[in-house]
């Protein structure tokens, strides 16, 4: 089954003195529940409630969705954010000309005056999530047919929705788990005015290109630097002079000690879905069907760009930010599917089918 994840799923990845991985996606609003004593029993001094909090600044206000898929960090009280390079990418690009190309060249803003305006790009804080299964399953029976089912769902989560954010600046959304078994309600804080301050240069940013993609281990400065801007009264705006920095509740700092082995690690952003919990037919489809469909219409695709851009320089520039997203997918999926018939993923996942239904047959 496909687990689909909307904004904070975070990813614990916590080492014991055995020195193995312990991994798992979870929820925030569980982490209390099902997480953090053993979280805590393995080097996390922090609680659930400095993780994810309604009540109080928490981590949650320092990290934020960059644009439509990423991650940022807030590390000043004057609204500065860390992200990857390569997910600020398309902005430095387009803000890059022939004469002055930030892509190859990296920019760094001296002053706020020269800190430039990055069109479209938003970034997205979390003020809270909410389990509302049972009101968006409300009036709905297994005797209805599918579209009558979705109907109804459309319509409570509509309701839902704008009940929750009446008479605030805040958006609301509801996205359903588990192939709609559980839904949440998660309630953002967008800000839109989001400025490009500093990115190195390619050569760094995206050391290794396409050769060093999806490999470990790396060595990529993959880093890129923005502002978040708000109004007088610290509230969402659009893009003007007069805004100031915004000043987040919790800013996070930066050590410079390092890790040592066994040293207790937690990521904690906005991954896009995880695939973990296909049956054999789902894994044997993507390993085998769809991977290597996919990848072989964005080599022809790469192949075109590639011709185009090695003979303009203005192409290349214009077309970088697609060629990069095109083959970034293009690698995936090749490697994905090389990883899976190593593993001999679809046979392990009849072998746990076949236990899970011996199991449940025995019951």
């Not at 805040?170 to 788990?177: G, L, T």
């Not at 989001?194 to 940013?205: D, H, M, T, Y």
């Given at each position: 089954m496909m687990f689909k994840k909307f904004l904070t799923f975070f990813t614990i990845i916590f080492f014991s003195v055995a020195s193995y991985a312990d991994e798992g996606m979870w929820l925030p609003i569980l982490?209390?529940?099902?997480?953090?004593?053993?979280?805590?029993?393995?080097?996390?001094?922090?609680?659930?409630?400095?993780?994810?909090?309604?009540?109080?600044?928490?981590?949650?206000?320092?990290?934020?969705?960059?644009?439509?898929?990423?991650?940022?960090?807030?590390?000043?009280?004057?609204?500065?954010?860390?992200?990857?390079?390569?997910?600020?990418?398309?902005?430095?690009?387009?803000?890059?000309?022939?004469?002055?190309?930030?892509?190859?060249?990296?920019?760094?803003?001296k002053n706020s005056k020269q800190e430039l305006q990055c069109k479209g790009l938003s970034v997205a804080f979390l003020i809270r999530m909410e389990d509302v299964t049972s009101s968006v399953l409300k009036g709905v029976n297994a005797n209805m047919t599918e579209e009558q089912r979705n109907k109804i769902i459309e319509t409570n989560c509509i309701k839902i929705e704008a009940d929750a954010?009446?008479?605030?600046?805040?958006?609301?959304?509801?996205?359903?788990?588990?192939?709609?078994?559980?839904?949440?309600?998660?309630?953002?804080?967008?800000?839109?005015?989001?400025?490009?301050?500093?990115?190195?240069?390619?050569?760094?940013?995206?050391?290794?290109?396409?050769?060093?993609?999806?490999?470990w281990p790396r060595h990529t400065g993959d880093f890129a630097v923005f502002r978040i801007y708000a109004d007088s009264s610290n509230n969402p705006a659009e893009f003007s002079e007069d805004n100031v920095p915004y000043k987040a509740k919790k800013s996070l700092s930066i050590s410079l000690k390092g890790v040592n082995e066994n040293d207790f690690t937690m990521v904690y952003g906005f991954p896009g879905r995880t695939q973990e919990y296909l049956t054999s037919y789902g894994v044997n489809l993507i390993g085998n069907i769809e991977n290597p469909v996919m990848s072989d219409i964005r080599d022809l695709k790469l192949n075109i760009m590639s011709a185009a851009m090695h003979n303009n320089p203005l192409t290349k520039l214009k077309y970088s930010a697609k060629y990069v997203s095109v083959a970034n997918y293009w690698k995936k999926w090749i490697g994905e599917s090389k990883g899976l018939i190593k593993a001999d993923a679809v046979n392990e996942k009849k072998n746990q089918e076949k236990d899970f239904n011996t199991w449940v047959s025995a019951d």
């Open positions: 982490l209390e529940q099902l997480n953090q004593s053993d979280m805590q029993s393995s080097g996390l001094k922090l609680t659930a409630e400095d993780i994810y909090s309604v009540n109080k600044s928490s981590l949650k206000d320092a990290v934020c969705l960059f644009g439509g898929g990423c991650t940022a960090e807030v590390v000043s009280e004057k609204g500065l954010i860390f992200t990857n390079h390569h997910c600020g990418y398309y902005f430095i690009q387009s803000q890059s000309t022939l004469e002055n190309d930030y892509l190859s060249n990296g920019f760094w803003a954010i009446i008479n605030t600046h805040y958006k609301a959304k509801i996205k359903p788990f588990y192939y709609g078994n559980e839904y949440y309600l998660f309630i953002t804080e967008v800000f839109n005015d989001v400025r490009l301050v500093g990115a190195p240069p390619s050569s760094i940013g995206k050391f290794g290109g396409d050769t060093d993609n999806w490999e």
